[in-house]
């Protein structure tokens, strides 16, 4: 298996909702990351987590809750977002830190 | 912080060579990364440079110049479906302890007949 899995493909959520997005990997990867983008952006890193601990954290607002439940998955739970929050977001993996990523497909949110 | 300048768009002719120019400023230099981004996917990993000179692989090479703060994606026999976003993408070590990816705006390539 050499993909990352990215689960839902879109959402469309209110500002009230609590949603979650998820993202697996079975490649081994160590390292795993959180990207936003918006539309001619380039990537904007969230949150990196190395060996399962969150290693970086880009000063991104409370209501993006990150979790690493264990080295193949992680989520990304979402509480009280605001219209600009609606972007692709991208998962991706690397077998450390320090190696080259690999992206999922993304998932596209709307909040409305 | 960092600085990370690539053209925002090059045309090209299909079959031919293109060179797409990536300039970067950045402390804690640990790497260059070359992705590739077609509308609406994500981003495709190309090649990765830590030390200067050339890495090829296949239809394409990747060149880097540490000194300079400089490297270039070279396309070669260009196909139609080559046209994309290109993206610069460096990496640096944080004061804190960790490594960060930062991208550059991309560069979007149209390949034409």
């Known amino acids: 298996d050499t993909e990352v899995t990215q689960t839902p493909k879109h959402l469309v959520m209110g500002m009230t909702n609590k949603k979650s997005l998820k993202c697996e990997q079975h490649?081994?990867?160590?390292?795993m990351y959180w990207y936003k983008q918006k539309a001619k952006k380039p990537p904007e890193l969230m949150f990196v987590?190395?060996?399962?601990?969150?290693?970086i954290n880009e000063s991104v607002p409370s209501r993006f809750s990150p979790e690493c439940p264990n080295s193949s998955l992680l989520n990304l739970h979402l509480h009280a977002l605001q219209p600009e929050d609606s972007a692709l977001y991208l998962c991706a993996s690397s077998p450390d830190s320090r190696r080259e990523q690999y992206f999922g497909p993304g998932t596209r949110l709307t909040v409305t | 912080g960092q600085n990370i300048d690539q053209p925002t768009e090059m045309t090209a002719t299909e079959g031919a060579i293109v060179q797409i120019n990536c300039t970067y400023q950045t402390s804690g230099f640990n790497g260059l990364f070359w992705y590739q981004q077609h509308a609406g996917e994500a981003p495709t990993f190309l090649s990765y440079n830590v030390l200067d000179g050339l890495e090829e692989k296949g239809r394409f090479s990747s060149f880097l110049s540490r000194s300079k703060g400089y490297s270039y994606l070279l396309l070669k026999e260009l196909q139609m479906k080559d046209s994309a976003s290109y993206l610069c993408?460096?990496?640096?070590?944080?004061?804190?302890?960790?490594?960060?990816?930062?991208f550059g705006t991309g560069t979007q390539l149209k390949v034409e007949l």
């Open positions: 490649m081994g990867h160590r390292a």
């Open positions: 993408a460096v990496r640096a070590i944080l004061t804190g302890g960790g490594n960060k990816l930062t």
């Open positions: 987590y190395s060996y399962e601990k969150l290693s």
